[in-house]
C-alpha cells in the first residue's frame, strides 16, 4: 500500500523533449515499488505559483505502464518561472507542502533546472529534488559528456527530414535555408547537419565575438552558393542554428524583426517567433538579384516537429534509467551536504550521479551553465571539412579565386577584400 506521507511530486517544465514520459514511467513505477504515493502536477509551475493544489493526477503502475514510447507529455508542459517574484517561490513550496508532497521530481531544461534549485533552496531541507535535465538542444554541462535526453531523437527525426530535403533541392536545382532549434548553442543544428551531410552548417560558437552582424552570416551563406557553383552544383542545404539570432545586436533584430523582440517568462529571447529563416532567405536573394539572378531558396524553420516525436530506443532506455534513478535519490539519505536538498540525476559511464545544483551554476550569473559546441574539438572539426564553405585558402587560390570572382561577377581582388575570411 502506497503512503500518503511524504508524496512523490512529478512535474515538466519548458519545450517538450522526447523521452518525457518514459521518465515519467520509470519513476512512477519505482516509487510505488518503493512504497510511496506518485502525484503529477500538470502544466509544470503554472498552478503551484498560484496556490491552486487541483492540478494533480494520482499515478499508479496501470497508468504508466504503456506511455514510455509516446512523445510528447502526459503532464503537459509550461513555461511558467516561479523565481520571478519571491512570493511566487513563497507559493510554489507553500503549495507543495500542501499536497503532501515532500519529495519533487522536476523535468527540464535549463531554466526549469533553475527553478528546481532555487525551490529546493526555499525549502530549506522541508522538500528534496531531484532535477532530470532535458531539452532537445543538448545545452545543459552533463558529466561524461552526454546527451540531454530527447536530443538524439531530435537529431535522428531532424536528419530523416533534412535527408528528404536535401533529394528535393538536388532535383530542383534549388537552395534550402533550414534554422534549426538551439537556444544558445548549436549542438542540434550541427548534429543534423553532419548526420544528413548538408552542405553547409552554421553555429553560434564559430563566431567568436560577442555579436554577429546579419551581414556576417549572409556572407557565410552567399560564399557556400558560390563554391557550389563553381564546381557545377547549383543546389545545397544550409542548416542554420537559431542561437545565432541572440548574438545579433539587438538593435538589429528590431530592425530586422519590425516588431519589439518578442521575451519568454525567463527574459529569453523567443527565438522561435523570430523569423530568422526568412530573414536570412530574403536577403541572400537580395544579393544575386542585384547581379541580375534569381536564386531559388526555400526557408523553414525545424524544431516543432521533433519536439514530441516517439523516443528512439536510446532516449527510452536513457529515461527509464534516470526516472528510476531520480527516485532512489531522492528517497536514499545522503551523506553529502551539497546533495541533501536536490540534484540533477546524471548517468555517467553506466553509473548514477547525483551533482548538486551548486556544479551546475554560472558563478557570473548565477544561472544554469550553458553547454556550448567546443570549436577545437574533433568532432567539430569532422563537421567542417565536409562542409562546402569557403575557406581562406580558396582566397589564396589565384585559379580559385578567379572562378569565383567571375561567378560573382566580381574582379578577383574586389571579391577577395569582399569575403576576406575572418578569424
Not at 525551490?119 to 538542444?137: E, F, N, Q
Not at 527525426?157 to 538536388?170: F, P, Q, S
Not at 557570473?364 to 563537421?383: F, N, W
Not at 565536409?386 to 574582379?411: G, N, P, V, W
Amino acid at each position: 500500500m502506497a503512503s500518503r506521507h511524504g508524496r512523490i511530486g512529478i512535474l515538466v517544465g519548458g519545450g517538450p523533449a522526447p523521452g518525457i514520459n518514459s521518465v515519467i514511467s520509470a519513476a512512477v513505477i519505482e516509487a510505488v515499488n518503493s512504497g510511496r504515493e506518485a502525484i503529477g502536477i500538470k502544466n509544470g509551475y503554472e498552478f503551484l505559483v498560484k496556490g491552486d493544489t487541483s492540478q494533480t493526477v494520482d499515478l499508479g503502475i496501470p497508468d504508466v505502464s504503456t506511455i514510455h514510447n509516446q512523445g510528447g507529455s502526459i503532464l503537459h508542459t509550461s513555461r511558467t518561472n516561479p523565481t520571478r517574484r519571491p512570493e511566487d517561490l513563497e507559493t510554489c513550496v507553500a503549495t507543495l507542502e500542501k499536497l503532501g508532497i515532500s519529495h519533487l521530481i522536476t523535468i527540464g531544461g535549463d531554466d526549469t533546472s533553475y527553478g528546481a534549485s532555487e525551490i529546493a533552496r526555499a525549502a530549506s531541507g522541508r522538500l528534496k529534488v531531484a532535477h532530470v535535465p532535458k531539452t532537445i538542444d543538448n545545452d545543459l554541462p552533463l558529466p561524461g559528456d552526454m546527451p540531454t535526453f530527447g536530443y538524439e531523437t531530435a537529431r535522428h527525426v531532424g536528419t530523416g527530414i533534412v535527408l528528404n530535403l536535401r533529394e528535393d533541392a538536388r532535383t530542383t536545382n534549388r537552395w534550402y535555408f533550414i534554422v534549426a532549434m538551439g537556444r544558445h548553442a548549436g549542438h542540434l543544428a550541427l548534429g543534423i547537419g553532419k548526420a544528413s551531410a548538408s552542405t553547409i552548417t552554421i553555429i553560434p560558437e564559430e563566431f567568436k565575438q560577442p555579436t554577429v552582424s546579419l551581414s556576417e552570416v549572409c556572407d557565410v551563406l552567399e560564399g557556400a552558393i558560390l563554391k557550389r557553383r563553381v564546381s557545377d552544383r547549383p543546389y545545397g542545404v544550409a542548416i542554420i542554428a537559431e542561437g545565432i539570432a541572440s548574438k545579433f545586436n539587438k538593435r538589429d533584430l528590431r530592425n530586422i524583426s519590425g516588431v519589439e523582440i518578442p521575451r519568454d517568462e525567463y527574459g529569453n529571447i523567443r527565438l522561435s517567433e523570430l523569423p530568422l529563416a526568412r530573414i536570412l532567405r530574403v536577403e541572400v536573394e537580395r544579393r544575386f538579384a542585384e547581379r541580375g539572378e534569381a536564386m531559388g531558396i526555400v526557408d523553414l524553420t525545424l524544431g516543432y516537429e521533433l519536439r514530441s516525436a516517439a523516443p528512439i530506443p536510446f532516449d527510452i532506455d536513457y529515461t527509464r534509467t534516470l526516472g528510476h534513478g531520480a527516485v532512489r535519490f531522492l528517497l536514499a539519505g545522503s551523506a553529502d551536504e551539497n546533495t541533501a536538498q536536490g540534484a540533477m540525476i546524471c548517468v555517467v559511464d553506466s553509473q548514477l550521479k547525483a551533482v548538486p545544483f551548486e556544479d551546475m551554476r554560472d558563478a557570473r550569473t548565477g544561472k544554469t551553465t550553458i553547454r556550448m559546441v567546443d570549436t577545437d574539438s574533433l568532432y567539430y572539426e569532422v563537421a567542417r571539412r565536409y562542409m562546402i564553405r569557403l575557406e581562406a585558402a580558396d582566397l589564396e587560390d589565384d585559379e580559385m579565386l578567379k572562378r569565383l570572382a567571375a561567378e560573382a561577377s566580381m574582379q578577383p581582388d574586389a571579391f577577395k577584400r569582399r569575403f576576406a575570411i575572418k578569424s
